[in-house]
């Protein structure tokens, strides 16, 4: 009964919620762009034409029209390596939160839950994950592991759980001396059954807004990792690579820089205007 | 709208500072001079990069001078040489020579530097310039004797660049860092000013003896900053701040040749690709000549040479570059054409095609995915696989690299012995290890007779064409930008030598 | 207080020992650091000498304990690629980034609290919703670039400040803008929600009714405590700046610890990884340490005290 008045207040807060409008369709249009790249990109993002170097976007004089976005230094389409970097971006950015999700869920949870010698434990597993310079861990860790999408997923997998295990772990400690989590540990409910079946659904609002902004944060990740050459390998068309690619012609091509990282803006925007208005519309009680 | 507190951050900061102006060329008579890499400090028996060795060759003089367009050797310090016996050289000195401090040159300061730098607590950088003078003795004041430890071929050159002579009083009281804080040379330039690393001020020295083969310079200041970012450069060029640079890449190059001067010089380097037959003990498609004929046929090797390297780069045919003596283009060659190498593929039982990984080190990523790409259009799946030179090369000896991308110097030197008989004598870069073939090598490499020189040299490389084992790529070349007022030659050594420079 | 000092203290000792034994495992995860060592050219028989050279066929445990009673006496050992101690290349390098870091820092907290406490006291008015787009925009660009932007911009077009190097102080203007805009949202987001908080207590509304100026009102009374969280976050975000500045230092040829860093990965250079990331985590530590004694010196519920 509750939950079909809380719902529809809570769509209707939603949909008057300018940031969570704006931020949301930007991020739906992305998603989209990535899933159907195949059908949208003009040409095969790999494809190289060495006659066809460094075409100017449409702007600039000397465009070759099949080209809309000109070419990059090998000839290869440069929309079309914009359109499929949408889907590494985004591909590495939910990758990684379902990872780092998984372990940092169930960390908060069990600490939250349990207290005591299972939350020091884990609390100073965090605490010693927080003191690591990320970025560098992150090179290294990738430097020896082999370039390449799998092994970034699952290295800033294994490293950004912190913000999830904070979240969860707090919330798991104000909820377990709530009444219904004392009344089904006295019929004496399973602990699995608690911790996965009671506790977590009713923290998920505060865990998808961690969520979407993990993802914002993963995605620039990747392309600072990229842009260091210790993230995604080429021909990969991600967007930080993109941007390292085009650092020697920053001065008489600077579009070849400019449009992957307006790309990778627009899109981390979205997805962090998405976390605000959820936030906004679901009570705003995280930081 | 964002970028609002940025701008007016940055502009305050702007105007707070108002960078002085750099005055620059023809009218102020100063050579201002950029390079992307540190200079080190300018004692140059610790300098290992170039850009402090072409300071260092204008501030300081050794014995000898070689004449790059004959390629004979003049006396610098030396007035004249002899040999009185295989392991002994005797210079007599120069006469009217003046450091820049002006203390006189004589055959002291010979004796003390060589004596001093030949000893390895010296640290001196490269063992291979030094080891090979067991000591050095004055007979006279304008006389010196070297007694070699080992006969060396390559005395005269090291003695005409890398081994220059310092005053001995000034040396003697202030060592390899007080040089290298303040040094003094005999060279066409003095030192006035430096920050270390990043600005130098040299000036026309003319207290220079007019026998000098360095002598004659005409600018009168030259002024180098070091710019890490090469767009500063470019930009800095076309406003005319600057009047040198080099090592531009052959995009930009393109795009600046409207506004300032480009000249574009070959250099000994060539880029090729090594396919070794035996890589992970002859487990590898590679062991098939169809396959590496395959390999050569499908790689666009004009195309790619025309897009990465421009200039005065050129497409190799044999595995050498067309300026070295015993150098040939008549040899197999393999022509562009991926229906013969996706023909040769199946024919050697690769019809749905193979994977190869690919090794690459000291060579612009760009140009290794090109060849990737070209490879993949025959069937070829290359997994590449970036490393630093020495890396690279540990993996190619050891085996684990079936293709390595890669370039050769040659020691700046035009003769095919600098290069073949490292990729195919015998030694330890050598995987085919085919004696017939490094017989060969070795008769040409020890003999005297240009012509049998010559003629065993061409069998080598037929050997090499007909095998497969390179595909030969492109020569390289270095890019120099220059303002329009200035007049400049290259050498194919890269040492730039601003004393012959002038204004238009 | 005591109580509380000793088991900040014991924990941070805890999260330190945690953090070099991770720092020196990462040598062996590598795969064989004598093999690295003897590098180009190396044969098998020089890795297995220097393995026993460098006493790398002892238990990993005493290795740890050798390696940390070196690090305790300053000594991260030899560096491959330079054949120098660790010490002293990372002693060089130190200055730029803790300048680079301190600066950046500095100029985040000045621009975020007065932004922070200007944009609460109206929230939803002009000044707020300006100050949340410059946080929002700041947390979506990625500042390597931003800060490519910015040199084609400023330094190649304009030809106003250096692009690269940090020879004269003018190198750092802009590395210094870029790091400190990316630390900037957090810091006023932060000091903004803590505010309206504040501002909105009877106890501010009875200090305003009192009569007291507006500006001691919120630095005297709503600040004071609005500074708790900003003392936590400001600790982290100057971590966070540390392992920023590693790409920022790239960007702009600052030859920093980062950039050291990131040059000894690829040159495979571990003593000198290891030692970059061991200090980094460290001044991290000892930052966040600080901050929750700061906070608890500012808080006596902090301490337990109730």
Same mark, same amino acid.
């Given at each position: 009964m509750a939950e079909e008045v809380i719902r529809p207040a809570l769509w209707r807060r939603g949909l008057r919620n300018v940031a969570l409008m704006s931020g949301g369709s930007v991020v739906v249009l992305m998603v989209l762009v990535a899933v159907l790249a195949p059908l949208l990109a003009p040409h095969d993002p790999y494809s190289q034409d060495l006659t066809r170097r460094l075409l100017p976007p449409f702007w600039i004089e000397g465009t070759d029209p099949t080209h809309l976005l000109g070419t990059d230094h090998l000839g290869r389409d440069y929309l079309s390596r914009l359109i499929y970097g949408a889907r590494i971006s985004l591909g590495v950015g939910f990758g990684v939160v379902l990872v780092s999700g998984l372990i940092g869920i169930s960390l908060g949870l069990v600490a939250g839950y349990f207290g005591g010698l299972a939350d020091m434990g884990i609390s100073f597993i965090i605490t010693t994950r927080l003191s690591l310079p990320i970025v560098l861990v992150a090179l290294a860790a990738v430097a020896f592991a082999g370039a390449s999408l799998a092994t970034l997923i699952t290295v800033l997998g294994l490293l950004l759980w912190d913000r999830f295990a904070v979240v969860s772990r707090a919330a798991a400690q104000s909820l377990r001396s709530r009444d219904f989590i004392k009344g089904l540990r006295a019929i004496g409910a399973g602990q699995v059954r608690i911790l996965f079946l009671e506790l977590l659904p009713n923290m998920r609002a505060a865990l998808i807004v961690v969520m979407t902004l993990e993802v914002a944060n993963v995605i620039l990740l990747e392309a600072a990792l990229s842009f260091l050459g210790l993230g995604v390998r080429a021909p990969t068309p991600s967007w930080g690579l993109m941007i390292s690619e085009g650092r020697d012609n920053i001065l008489f091509d600077p579009w070849l820089t400019a449009l992957p990282g307006a790309a990778l803006c627009v899109l981390v925007l979205a997805v962090n205007l998405l976390g605000d208005g959820l936030r906004d519309i679901t009570g705003g009680r995280l930081k | 709208?964002?970028?609002?507190?940025?701008?007016?951050?940055?502009?305050?900061?702007?105007? @707070?500072?108002? +960078?002085?102006?750099?005055?620059?060329?023809?009218?102020?008579?100063?050579? /201002?001079?950029?390079?992307?890499?540190? %200079?080190?400090?300018?004692?140059?028996?610790?300098?290992?990069? !170039? $850009?402090? *060795?072409?300071?260092?060759?204008?501030?300081?003089?050794? *014995?000898?001078?070689?004449? =790059? #367009?004959?390629?004979?050797?003049?006396?610098?310090?030396? $007035?004249?040489?002899? &040999?009185?016996?295989?392991?002994?050289?005797?210079?007599?000195?120069?006469?009217?020579?003046?450091?820049? /401090?002006?203390?006189?040159?004589?055959?002291?300061?010979?004796?003390?530097? *060589?004596?001093?730098?030949?000893?390895?607590?010296?640290?001196?950088?490269?063992?291979?310039?030094? #080891?090979?003078?067991?000591?050095?003795?004055?007979?006279?004041?304008?006389?010196?004797?070297?007694?070699?430890?080992? %006969?060396?071929?390559?005395?005269?050159? =090291?003695?005409?660049?890398?081994?220059?002579?310092?005053?001995?009083?000034?040396?003697?009281?202030?060592?390899?860092?007080? =040089?290298?804080? +303040?040094?003094?040379?005999?060279?066409?330039?003095?030192?006035?000013?430096?920050?270390?690393?990043?600005?130098?001020?040299?000036? !026309?020295?003319?207290?220079?003896?007019?026998?000098?083969?360095?002598?004659?310079?005409?600018?009168?200041?030259?002024?180098?900053?070091?710019?890490?970012?090469? /767009?500063?450069?470019?930009?800095?060029?076309?406003?005319?701040?600057?009047?040198? =640079?080099?090592?531009?890449? %052959?995009? &930009?190059?393109? !795009?600046?040749?409207?506004?300032?001067?480009?000249?574009? @010089?070959?250099?000994?380097?060539?880029?090729?690709? /090594?396919? +070794?037959?035996?890589?992970?003990?002859?487990?590898?498609?590679?062991?098939?000549? !169809?396959?590496?004929?395959?390999?050569?046929?499908?790689?666009?090797?004009?195309?790619?040479?025309?897009?990465?390297?421009g200039g005065a780069s050129e497409v190799l045919k044999a595995f050498c570059n067309p300026a070295q003596f015993g150098c040939t283009d008549a040899v197999t060659q393999y022509a562009y054409d991926p229906d013969k190498a996706k023909a040769l593929l199946a024919e050697a039982g690769y019809k749905d095609g193979l994977s190869l990984p690919m090794t690459f080190a000291a060579m612009p990523r760009p140009v290794a995915e090109a060849i990737a790409a070209d490879l993949a259009k025959v069937g070829i799946t290359v997994q590449l696989d970036e490393l630093q030179y020495a890396a690279g090369v540990s993996k190619w000896r050891e085996r684990q690299a079936p293709a390595f991308f890669s370039n050769w110097g040659s020691y700046g030197v035009g003769d095919v012995a600098f290069l073949l008989s490292n990729f195919f004598g015998g030694g330890a870069d050598d995987l085919v290890q085919d004696a017939e073939l490094s017989g060969w090598l070795h008769e040409a490499d020890t003999a005297t007779d240009p012509e049998l020189r010559k003629a065993d040299y061409a069998k080598a490389l037929s050997r090499i064409a007909d095998e497969a084992w390179v595909v030969p790529m492109y020569s390289f070349n270095v890019n120099y930008g220059l303002s329009k007022d200035l007049s400049f030659r290259p050498y194919p050594d890269e040492f730039a030598r601003f004393w012959q420079s002038s204004w238009k | 207080m005591l109580v509380y000092l000793l088991r900040r203290l014991a924990v941070a000792l805890c999260v330190c020992v945690a953090v070099s034994a991770l720092s020196f495992g990462l040598m062996f995860v590598v795969g064989d650091p004598a093999v690295a060592i003897a590098g180009a050219g190396g044969s098998a028989r020089d890795a297995e000498a220097i393995r026993h050279a460098y006493g790398f066929d002892r238990p990993y445990v005493v290795q740890y304990l050798g390696w940390v009673g070196h690090v305790l006496r300053g000594d991260f050992g030899q560096s491959i690629y330079f054949n120098m101690p660790v010490t002293e290349i990372v002693r060089a390098r130190l200055p730029v980034t803790a300048i680079l870091g301190g600066v950046s820092f500095t100029l985040a907290l000045v621009v975020a609290v007065p932004l922070g406490i200007v944009a609460a006291r109206k929230p939803g008015g002009l000044t707020d919703r300006l100050a949340l787009l410059l946080a929002v925009t700041g947390q979506a660009v990625p500042s390597f670039w931003l800060g490519l932007m910015a040199i084609v911009v400023f330094g190649v077009w304009h030809g106003l400040v250096p692009t690269s190097g940090a020879d004269t102080w003018q190198g750092y203007i802009l590395p210094v803008v870029v790091l400190a805009y990316s630390a900037m949202p957090a810091m006023m987001r932060i000091t903004r929600s803590g505010m309206i908080e504040v501002l909105g207590t009877d106890y501010i509304r009875s200090a305003e009714a009192k009569g007291l100026p507006t500006w001691q009102v919120i630095v005297g009374h709503a600040l004071r405590n609005a500074i708790l969280p900003l003392v936590s976050l400001a600790a982290l975000q100057l971590g966070v700046l540390l392992s920023g500045s590693i790409v920022i230092e790239s960007v702009f040829a600052l030859n920093g610890l980062g950039r050291l860093a990131w040059e000894s990965l690829l040159r495979a250079d571990l003593p000198v990884v290891q030692a970059v990331i061991l200090i980094l985590s460290l001044v991290y530590v000892v930052l966040t340490t600080a901050a929750d004694l700061v906070n608890a010196w500012l808080d006596p519920r902090i301490r337990g005290v109730r």
């Open positions: - | 709208m964002t970028p609002s507190l940025t701008q007016i951050l940055l502009s305050g900061a702007a105007v @707070a500072m108002l +960078a002085t102006p750099v005055l620059a060329d023809k009218a102020s008579d100063t050579l /201002n001079v950029a390079f992307s890499l540190e %200079p080190e400090p300018l004692d140059t028996y610790k300098i290992a990069g !170039r $850009e402090g *060795l072409i300071l260092a060759r204008h501030v300081y003089d050794g *014995l000898l001078y070689k004449d =790059m #367009d004959s390629g004979t050797f003049k006396g610098l310090l030396a $007035e004249s040489w002899s &040999q009185p016996d295989p392991l002994t050289l005797e210079f007599k000195l120069r006469r009217d020579v003046t450091f820049h /401090n002006g203390a006189a040159f004589t055959a002291d300061d010979v004796v003390d530097t *060589l004596n001093t730098v030949i000893k390895p607590d010296y640290g001196t950088r490269y063992a291979i310039s030094v #080891d090979w003078i067991a000591r050095v003795e004055k007979v006279d004041d304008y006389t010196v004797r070297i007694h070699m430890a080992k %006969p060396f071929a390559g005395a005269f050159e =090291m003695l005409a660049g890398s081994l220059p002579i310092y005053p001995h009083a000034y040396f003697d009281a202030v060592g390899s860092a007080g =040089m290298a804080k +303040a040094p003094v040379g005999t060279g066409p330039y003095r030192l006035v000013s430096q920050e270390p690393g990043v600005k130098y001020v040299l000036e !026309r020295w003319d207290g220079i003896s007019p026998e000098s083969p360095k002598a004659g310079a005409q600018i009168k200041t030259i002024v180098v900053r070091t710019m890490p970012e090469l /767009n500063t450069q470019y930009a800095e060029l076309m406003s005319g701040k600057l009047d040198w =640079m080099w090592r531009i890449p %052959p995009d &930009q190059a393109d !795009r600046l040749a409207s506004r300032v001067q480009i000249v574009s @010089a070959p250099i000994m380097r060539i880029s090729f690709l /090594n396919l +070794a037959p035996v890589a992970a003990s002859g487990d590898t498609p590679l062991k098939d000549l !169809r396959v590496r004929q395959a390999v050569a046929h499908a790689i666009d090797r004009d195309a790619i040479t025309r897009a990465f390297a | -």
